[in-house]
């Protein structure tokens, strides 16, 4: 039997190019291939154990080229190569997505040269180090070989690692006394632990978790940069710079330039500066030509198998030729203004260079017509005949149709739909029209006329009718292309814990449950009565100081306010203010809770519509949506539907960022509406948000028996009235509108949802009709604001929330600079985005002085056209502005911080931030996060005036916005602003005051509790033992030096309660810092004791000496006859009393107070106590 590959290849003729090519007859030319066809082509003559490099003349089609291959060759290495952001600017900071990517297959092609690469054209261009320059700095690690640890340490730093106390992004490192924890750019976290200087392991690590998983014999870790350069080399570049300088100083000088001359020497001292302290950065990069050894093209990388195939060569060397015309245009610019001196030309590859390496390889050419390429002499020309096929619009009837005429005629049909899911869903719907279908692998036999289902998926099909072979892809299947995912490591799953201290540093605000908002000012270590441990110091008003004992940790929480700008005020110890603002907000957040209780209740007892569960049409409908769901998005749509078929009204808030799927979970429930005959309407705030969503539901409602109308202010009153009639009289099913759908004069024949979007940004007035509009309808309520999964879980079960907080699989992590404000980056930046058909925003947060801005853009790009947004216009004017970028008449948005947030733009991918220092971090993140809406690659710069001094706040604003590139990485402190703004527009304004007198974590732990109370569960309080036992116990520096892992660690432990958690933290101990000291020890046998003891209501262990007290709370459930077992049981002499309020009180005499026996001692107490209790209650 054959596999798919025999009739590929027999398809394209690839035995004849083999042929050709075993006879080194190339450059081979292969004409009429078009889309998929060139891929599914290449992936024959690669699978034959030849590596390729793919050259693309485009980012967009080098993507398509990387999907297509990996369906193709599931068991090959097939990466991409990016191009490089060799950036005329020096950086503050910028993100390392590209540079990650490109050196992972740096990295692969000197180590091994086999994989296949797609390219390009701009990133081949470029020149890079030998293979052997890149061999030299791929550090080997073996275990049971020895190093020395100082050594490593400086060659990782020479090779770009950044050492920092703990791991937790690629391309750092860190060493805690014998052990070494590396995150490789290319491969996994990797955790190596010596004896003495001896590998003793190496074991792979998880950053989020800091834990170890598999263990290895040996790594080779390659450098964190593109560009190493010797200590001894930047010293000599040094020298070569200031001499090139001179050369085009002394020029200027004799030309009559000196003030140009000057700024010359100005910047090559700027470079001299940054090459000794050792910082390479993309400034450095056009002067690595003068180095002794020279920079080699990417094809030196590969090896003499690979095949070198060109996908539209004419197109390339269109693009090759635009890029060097380009640099050279920017660099005579340069030259002209003294920012540059010394020619890029040299960093390049011509067309011509291009075409003589690529011949000395196996060379094949792609054209889908017929012609003549400069500098090319085909040695075999081959004429393909493959063909495109036609779409089938969603139509399951007409494509079984089809599939049964091919099978008549012997052809073999494969279709490609993406993943298992879809795989399955392809497969019952073509059975249900009686279409015999196979789940298929692509090593697996085909035979004629039969038809295979494939969970993977292609950016087209074709037919190959020399083999008769049909390979359909979604897009001919749906007439939707389903976007290629963007492989992410799996987020690790939200839970509603705390917020962590592991960010929590000296100067930070913290909350005492008893005492009020204080300044956290550090771990004091402290020696009372002999004995050592470390306390969390924390300031209040005046000079009071609160010293904070391990064991009390968990009355201690990290303050986050309503604004992250505004400082809390402190509290005095001691005094009644706090009591009294908690009393307050308690009271308010009660009355909260009973109106969300009542209101639950109410909505239960009402009875509404039960929609039908889900039709054929509802699946076929489904199918065609072009992306891969998110977990989140198919959990919410799962939510909504259930919802939908009960008997009560759904009335569901669906929060998540926009562009990450709402829009899908209430297109499906409004088809599911339409479907029972029922009418939907979508309620939005602004004119240009429903015109979006009105081409949304046409787009999706394409091609089904739906009638759709918008209603706002681009309707003319004959139409708006037209509109009203078809409502009122049913021959409307879905209306779009703005608060005109919530006036006295629109009535519905049969409304069944209601989809409202933003509902916080509509008037009060608004609000109060749409309550009259909502009565016994389903309504799905879509918010863009974020809410925490902390104050989520205090809301279960009076409030049905469904969040969604996973980006679409396309999502291209946003590319980051910060950098000062030059003209020429900011030319770069807008040309690069319009060259591709994109657009921009440019953020000037001054209204004053805005068509200024605008006059100099235009005078610095003058072919891009330049629109204006800011909340001083008129809301007609507001709302054409962005309607005519939204179509595309316009390049650039200048606006303020304006940006619509409710619209979803996939075509701006540039984001441009005038003074971007000024701005608050909640700002910088959402601002960002207004670009790479699409799966194209997008691009944000954050800019400060030139030679400013930033303030540490505002560099520090900065840094942490460059480092919030991976999606998700940024939230544990971005939603420092975000989590208030979602928390501020889930409970209402008028809850504003006490979340921000409380800090966040407290507002959602009283808010949990009046809601369990109210709903009459048991709110179980939870006895805090304080333990006062003369026992060094605690954290030492030697063991853990940061001082923020240590704050984080501190408080995980003392929120251990169980057995389980505990020895897992033992063993990340272990693992992470090596065996735990005696003080550690004595930590950890504290924490076992804590929560043993809280649970038998025990308030305080206390050391009198010789002898030990267990005071408990009131009412601990001991009687008379548990006392005696105790006495009698009891490994020690035992008394009983009570306390001074009458509580029950245990003294228990010690033979030994030594540190180790004491803590096992009461171990054995409190197990003696609970093995009682345990035996009374059963």
């Known amino acids: 039997m054959k596999t798919l590959s025999h009739y590929l290849r027999l398809g394209f003729d690839i035995e004849a190019v083999d042929k050709a090519v075993s006879y080194k007859e190339w450059p081979q030319m292969i004409y009429n291939l078009t889309g998929s066809q060139k891929p599914a082509f290449a992936a024959q003559l690669i699978q034959k154990g030849k590596p390729g490099l793919i050259i693309t003349y485009s980012e967009e089609l080098a993507q398509k080229w990387v999907n297509d291959l990996r369906s193709w060759l599931p068991g090959e290495d097939v990466l991409y190569f990016p191009s490089s952001e060799w950036l005329p600017f020096e950086v503050l900071g910028k993100s390392r997505e590209t540079t990650i990517e490109r050196i992972r297959v740096l990295n692969r092609l000197a180590q ?236 390049f590859v011509s067309y011509e260079q291009f075409l003589r390496y690529g011949e000395k390889h196996p060379f094949v050419l792609i054209s889908t017509l017929p012609r003549e390429i400069p500098g090319v002499a085909p040695k075999r020309i081959f004429n393909l005949n493959a063909r495109p096929l036609t779409g089938f619009m969603g139509k399951t009837g007409i494509l079984v149709d089809e599939i049964e005429h091919w099978q008549k005629s012997g052809h073999i049909v494969n279709l490609f739909v993406g993943d298992e899911e879809h795989a399955e869903r392809m497969l019952q719907g073509l059975r249900d029209r009686g279409a015999l279908a196979k789940k298929h692998e692509l090593h697996e036999p085909v035979q004629e006329g039969g038809v295979y289902v494939y969970s993977s998926s292609l950016d087209q099909g074709f037919e190959l009718p020399l083999s008769k072979l049909i390979v359909l892809s979604e897009a001919e299947i749906y007439k939707r292309e389903r976007k290629a995912a963007v492989k992410r490591k799996k987020a690790p799953e939200k839970t509603g814990q705390r917020l962590q201290f592991a960010d929590l540093k000296p100067g930070d605000f913290v909350v005492h449950v008893h005492h009020g908002i204080g300044q956290f000012m550090g771990i004091e270590r402290i020696a009372v009565g002999g004995v050592e441990k470390d306390y969390f110091s924390v300031k209040y008003a005046g000079q009071d100081k609160l010293y904070v004992p391990l064991d009390q940790l968990n009355f201690l929480q990290k303050y986050l306010g309503s604004d992250a700008e505004t400082l809390p005020k402190l509290y005095k110890l001691g005094g009644s203010e706090w009591k009294k603002v908690k009393a307050k907000a308690k009271s308010a957040i009660k009355e909260m809770a009973f109106d969300l209780v009542k209101l639950y209740a109410q909505r239960e007892a009402t009875k509404g519509y039960a929609f039908s569960p889900d039709n054929v049409w509802q699946q076929e409908f489904e199918e065609k949506f072009p992306y891969q769901e998110t977990p989140d998005q198919m959990q919410c749509i799962v939510e909504v539907k259930q919802d939908m078929m009960r008997q009560r009204p759904m009335d569901r808030l669906l929060c998540g960022d926009v562009g990450y799927g709402k829009t899908e979970v209430a297109l499906r429930a409004a088809f599911k509406a339409v479907m029972d005959s029922k009418q939907v309407a979508v309620l939005v705030p602004t004119t240009i948000l429903a015109q979006q969503h009105f081409n949304t539901f046409q787009e999706r409602f394409m091609g089904y028996p739906v009638s759709i109308q918008m209603l706002s202010r681009f309707r003319s009153a004959k139409e708006q009235k037209l509109i009203l009639q078809g409502l009122k009289e049913g021959s409307i099913d879905i209306v779009v509108g703005t608060h005109k759908l919530v006036s006295d004069s629109i009535k519905f024949k049969d409304l069944g949802l209601l989809i409202v979007d933003e509902e916080q940004r509509f008037g009060v007035a608004h609000k109060e009709k749409l309550k009259t509009l909502k009565a016994n309808v389903d309504v799905l309520t879509l918010s863009a604001t974020p809410i925490p999964r902390t104050l989520h879980m205090s809301l279960v079960g009076v409030r049905d929330l469904s969040i969604i907080e996973t980006p679409p699989e396309d999502r291209f992590p946003v590319q980051t600079y910060v950098a000062e404000f030059r003209p020429d980056v900011v030319r770069e930046a807008i040309r690069r985005e319009i060259q591709r058909g994109g657009q921009v925003f440019f953020v000037h947060n001054r ?159 009283m808010l949990k509790e009046a809601v369990q109370e109210l709903k009459g569960e048991q709110v179980e309080e939870k006895i805090e033992t304080s333990i006062e036992v003369q026992v060094d116990a605690y954290l030492p520096d030697i063991y853990i030096g940061e001082r923020q892992l240590k704050a984080a660690l501190y408080q995980r432990m003392v929120a251990i309660d169980n057995e389980e958690d505990l020895s897992m933290m033992i063993d990340e101990l272990i693992d992470r810092f090596g065996t735990p000291p005696r003080e550690v020890e004595n930590l950890l046998k504290i924490v076992r004791i804590k929560w043993m003891a809280s649970g038998m209501k025990i308030e305080q262990i206390q050391q009198l000496k010789q002898q030990m007290v267990f005071r408990f709370a009131a009412d601990p459930g001991i009687s008379g006859e548990m006392l005696m077992t105790m006495a009698t049981q009891s490994p020690y002499p035992v008394s009983f009393g009570t306390t001074g309020n009458g509580n029950l009180e245990i003294k228990v005499r010690l033979r030994s107070v030594v540190q180790e026996e004491l803590l096992e001692a009461i171990h054995k107490v409190l197990m003696v106590f609970n093995g009682i209790a345990s035996k009374t209650a059963s």
Request: proline share 4%; with cysteine.
């Open 112 to 347: 091994d040269n086999q994989c296949t690469v797609v390219v390009p054209a701009l990133a081949v261009n470029q020149r890079s180090f030998s293979r052997r320059r890149w061999q030299e700095y791929i550090l080997e690690l073996k275990e049971g070989t020895s190093y020395d640890l100082k050594d490593l340490a400086q060659k990782l730093s020479t090779a770009g690692y950044e050492r920092l106390d703990v791991v937790d992004g690629k391309g750092q490192f860190a060493i805690r006394g014998g052990i070494m924890d590396i995150a490789p750019l290319d491969g996994e976290p990797l955790r190596v632990e010596f004896f003495d200087d001896e590998v003793d392991s190496i074991r792979v690590f998880d950053l989020e978790t800091q834990k170890s998983t598999e263990t290895l014999k040996s790594v080779k870790i390659p450098p964190a940069l593109e560009v190493v350069i010797r200590p001894e080399e930047l010293e000599k570049l040094g020298w070569e710079v200031r001499a090139q300088a001179r050369k085009q100083a002394g020029r200027l000088n004799r030309s009559g330039r000196s003030d140009v001359a000057e700024q010359v020497m100005k910047q090559a001292q700027r470079i001299e500066e940054r090459l000794k302290t050792g910082r390479v950065d993309e400034s450095i990069y056009p002067y690595l030509s003068l180095l002794e050894e020279p920079l080699e093209p990417f094809f030196s990388l590969l090896s003499q198998d690979h095949y070198v195939i060109l996908d539209e060569p004419l197109r390339l060397k269109e693009q090759l030729e635009f890029q060097q015309k380009e640099r050279l245009e920017e660099y005579t610019q340069a030259l002209a203004k003294g920012e540059e001196f010394y020619s890029p030309e040299d960093q």
């Open 847 to 1005: 209204v004053e002085d805005m068509e200024q801005v605008v006059h100099f853009l235009s005078q610095l790009v003058p072919e891009a056209r330049y629109g204006i947004a800011h909340g001083q216009m008129s809301e007609k004017e507001l709302e054409q502005e962005m309607l005519a970028f939204l179509e595309h008449e316009s390049d650039v948005l200048v606006c303020t911080t304006i940006i619509e947030t409710g619209l979803d733009m996939p075509n701006v991918n540039t984001l441009i931030i005038d003074e971007a220092d000024r701005l608050g971090l909640g700002q910088l993140y959402q601002l960002r996060g207004r670009v790479g809406r699409s799966n194209r690659r997008a691009y944000s710069y954050f800019l400060y005036k030139p030679q400013k001094v930033l303030t540490e706040v505002a560099e520090k604003r900065l840094a942490a916005i460059r480092e919030f590139t991976e999606f998700g990485s940024g939230l544990k402190i971005a939603m420092r602003d975000l989590e208030i703004r979602g928390a501020g527009n889930l409970i209402g304004a008028q809850q504003h005051g006490h979340l921000a007198a409380l800090g966040f974590e407290l507002y959602s732990q």
